[in-house]
Nanobody, 114 residues
């Protein structure tokens, strides 16, 4: 199983980014998936999730600004991030949210400047 996150970068506060997570070895539609982030010196946290039925959930810190979605045909999960804040700076990863998790990989770095 491989989950390749991409789309990060450097953006000014208030800007937007769209992250992608291309999956191989698993079928996104058949798994509850999530986007996680880890800032330096902090624990990894779940910021958004989407279930097999399409139900989404968000951490309070990103609610109203981030949107998780998936493209079943492309077997890819997305995270649209708007109104970015400096505190959103972190390495972002995608993975399953229930049961076993795949290798975390390198993630994609998001840096928001003030």
């Amino acid at each position: 199983v491989q989950l390749q996150a991409s789309g990060g970068g450097l953006v000014q506060a208030g800007g937007s980014l769209r992250l992608s997570c291309a999956a191989s070895g698993i079928i996104i539609l058949m798994n509850d998936m999530g986007w996680y982030r880890q800032a330096p010196g902090k624990q990894r946290e779940l910021v958004a999730s989407i279930t097999t039925t399409g139900r989404t959930n968000y951490a309070d810190s990103v609610k109203g600004r981030f949107t998780i979605s998936r493209d079943n045909a492309k077997n890819t999960v997305y995270l649209q991030m708007n109104s970015l804040k400096p505190e959103d700076t972190a390495t972002y990863y995608c993975n399953r949210i229930n049961g076993w998790v795949a290798s975390w990989g390198q993630g994609t770095q998001v840096t928001v400047s003030s």
